[in-house]
Each structure stands twice: as structure tokens, then as C-alpha cells.
């Protein structure tokens, strides 16, 4: 086969969508080395090598007007020069455009396979700017009307994208996704020593690592946390580490209501390199996000050996199984008392770092590889 990947989320401050289709496609190409990929690209990625890769710039095609005019008329005319026989989407957008779908002359036509990764956009439109809700809303339906085959992260998502778009079952494949070997629990105390002194991180913390953004449900969490008994709170940090979503503005303001300012830090966008370190150095992980198409942190979490603290919705509990502590998002009051029984409990997180650690070896880039070419190979049949 011949198949080009749309690599524009692959950029530098990459964030989960971006995550999953970088860590695809080099998983791709270490257990692939029969077929021909074209990799489409808007910034180079000088560590993205293969015999079989062909790497194509296409820098500026990242603007939502640029975007739509490449994904209709030059990703299909450059497709159609070079004889490619599947494009493969790993982030929600195919071709809207029925001429994209024409089949060339004397040649059998391309196959189309996306992953979509969640449909919260849909399904709480509160937690979206009016501009992404209209983005996810015509490019998920465009993916039920114009793929050959969907793969989704989780059965949560499967079952959402089936409620909202009854196509066929068939179509849609549930590839969970999973964690670079370089988050484990980490023993080099110069480097965890080098990490807390870059960040200016206090020795005791709670960690969550997301974009803030409405549907993470940071709020809650800071509440909860202003909530913990003040021996406790006092003795600990709540530091969130991510890049500003939309509304950012809105939740921080809420949360500097609490007035725990001394306690609360923002570290902003943390580089992935220093991920790993920033997790080993958590005594719990928290993510009480409303809705999950995957949720990358608290697999990253539990292979750190972090105990980790999440909700019971979404994908949460495919993701976790029983290796991690699950509550309602919308409950403040319970995700206090359960903050509290795992800061105090030493057996509590001792057990649940021997759970995660477990559960997270059941995920792996190559077997998330291994079933990504299988799903391009029955869509080519």
C-alpha cells in the first residue's frame, strides 16, 4: 500500500490529539516496513525517519481557511499524482468536498479510515467556544458519511459516535491508545531534583496535567482541594500543568475566589521531555474531567506508579480498570473525602501504584500499531 497521513496536529506544544498521531505514526514505521508512507507535515520533524517514509512540508496549511482549501483540493490532486491508495486522518478531518471522493481514471479509488477521539464537543457543548462545536459537529458527521473505516480510542466513544451518527457497527474500530515507554517510575533523584527546581515545585503535591479548559473540571478540583482539612491542604500544593484552553480566563478566575493562592500553581505548557520526572515527583495524581475520549494523564500517571484519582464517566474506566480511584466529576464533596483517604492512607497508594503500574502494561505503542494496519488493510478490501 501507498498511504499518506495527515500529520499537521504533530507540531511543537503538541497536545493529545497530537500526541496520539506521533506516537502512531512512528509506531507505524517500526513495525512496517513494506508499505510507503507519506507523511504531510507544518513543521518538520527531523526525528520522524524511515526507508519507507516520504516526509512533505506543506508549512502555513494550518489555518482554518488554508486548512479546508488543502484537505479539498491539494491533499486529493497531490493523492491522485502519487498513486495513494489510503489517507489515513488521526485527527477528526477528512476531505468535505465530494470531488475529493471521485475515483481516478483507470485506477481503483482511495480509501479513507479517521480516528475520531471524542464527540464531548456534541455531547456538552457548554464546555466548547461556538467555533469548535461547529468544527467537531461537521467533521464528525462528514466521517460517518465519508469514511471507509473509524477508529475510536475507547467503546465509550464507539457507543457516543453510534448514538449520535446509526451508521453501520462495522465501520468503527476501538483502538485503545497508549503511553511512551518513557513514562515509568523514575529512581535518578538528580534528575527529579533538576525538574522540581525548574518548575519551583514545593515537596508534597497534586498533580494534574491536562489543558485547562471547562470540560478538564479543574474548578471542582481546586474546590475540592480548598475543601481538604487544613493540616492537609496546608501540607500540599494542587499544581495543574497544561497549556491555557478556551475560557481559561473564566476558571482561573474562579479558582483565584478561593483564595489559595499559596497553594494553587499554574505551571502552564510543560514540556513533554519533562513529563515523566513531573509525574514521580506527584503523591496523587488527580483528572476529573467530565468527559474523555481516551484520556491520556492517567495512563501516563499509573505508569509512573502515581495512584491516580479520576471520574467514573466516559473512558475512564476501560482506561483504568480497577488501578485507580473513581467518583463522580460533579461531586466535590466526595472528591475531597476520597483526596483526603489518599493522602493519609499510605497502603491505599502503595497498592494502587502496584495496580498501575500493572494496568498500564496492558496498553502498547505497537499493539495500538499492529491494529491501526490491520484496520487499513480491511479498509483497502
Not at 202 to 209: G, S, T
Not at 274 to 293: K, M
Request: aromatic letters at 10%.
Amino acid at each position: 500500500m501507498r498511504i499518506a497521513i495527515d500529520g499537521r496536529t504533530i507540531v511543537s506544544g503538541k497536545t493529545g490529539v497530537g500526541v496520539y498521531a506521533e506516537r502512531v505514526v512512528r509506531s507505524l514505521l517500526e513495525i512496517d516496513r513494506s508499505n510507503q508512507y507519506f507523511l504531510f507535515l507544518v513543521e518538520p520533524q527531523t526525528d520522524l525517519q524511515a526507508p519507507n517514509l516520504t516526509s512533505i512540508l506543506i508549512e502555513g496549511y494550518n489555518k482554518m481557511v488554508l486548512n479546508r482549501i488543502w484537505e479539498n483540493f491539494l491533499m486529493p490532486r497531490f493523492s491522485v499524482r502519487n498513486e495513494i491508495d489510503l489517507f489515513f486522518s488521526p485527527a477528526y478531518a477528512l476531505p468535505l468536498l465530494p470531488l475529493a471522493y471521485r475515483k481516478p481514471k483507470g485506477r481503483a479509488k482511495m480509501r479513507y479510515v479517521v480516528t475520531v477521539h471524542d464527540l464531548v464537543g456534541l455531547l456538552f457543548p457548554e464546555t466548547f467556544t461556538p467555533k469548535m462545536y461547529m468544527w467537531q459537529k461537521i467533521f464528525v458527521a462528514n466521517a460517518a458519511k465519508r469514511a471507509d473505516k473509524i477508529i475510536t480510542g475507547s467503546y465509550a466513544t464507539k457507543d457516543d459516535f453510534l448514538k449520535l451518527h446509526p451508521i453501520d457497527e462495522w465501520k468503527i474500530t476501538v483502538i485503545h491508545h497508549s503511553a511512551d515507554e518513557d513514562f515509568r517510575p523514575i529512581a535518578d533523584d538528580e534528575l527529579l531534583g533538576r525538574v522540581r527546581l525548574a518548575y519551583g515545585l514545593p515537596e508534597k503535591i497534586i498533580l494534574f496535567v491536562g489543558t485547562v479548559e471547562p470540560r478538564k473540571n479543574i474548578t471542582n478540583l481546586a474546590k475540592a482541594f480548598a475543601a481538604l482539612p487544613a493540616p492537609i491542604r496546608n501540607d500540599y500544593t494542587l499544581v495543574i500543568a497544561g497549556k491555557a484552553g478556551w475560557f481559561v480566563g473564566s476558571i482561573k478566575a474562579q479558582i483565584a475566589e478561593l483564595q489559595l493562592a499559596d497553594r494553587i500553581k499554574f505551571l502552564g505548557y510543560v514540556d513533554r521531555r519533562d513529563l515523566p520526572a513531573l509525574y514521580n515527583l506527584a503523591t496523587v495524581f488527580a483528572y476529573p474531567s467530565i468527559h474523555e475520549g481516551f484520556g491520556f494523564p492517567p495512563l501516563e500517571a499509573m505508569s509512573c506508579g502515581v495512584p491516580v484519582l479520576c471520574s467514573n464517566t466516559s473512558s475512564f474506566p476501560e482506561v483504568v480498570g480497577d488501578a485507580a480511584v473513581m467518583l463522580s466529576p460533579h461531586e466535590v464533596e466526595g472528591m475531597a473525602r476520597e483526596l483526603e483517604r489518599l493522602l493519609s492512607n499510605d497502603a491505599l497508594r502503595s497498592d494502587l501504584k502496584a495496580r498501575g503500574i500493572a494496568r498500564s502494561r496492558q496498553f502498547s505503542a505497537r499493539k495500538t500499531a499492529e491494529e491501526t494496519l490491520k484496520v487499513f488493510e480491511e479498509a483497502m478490501r
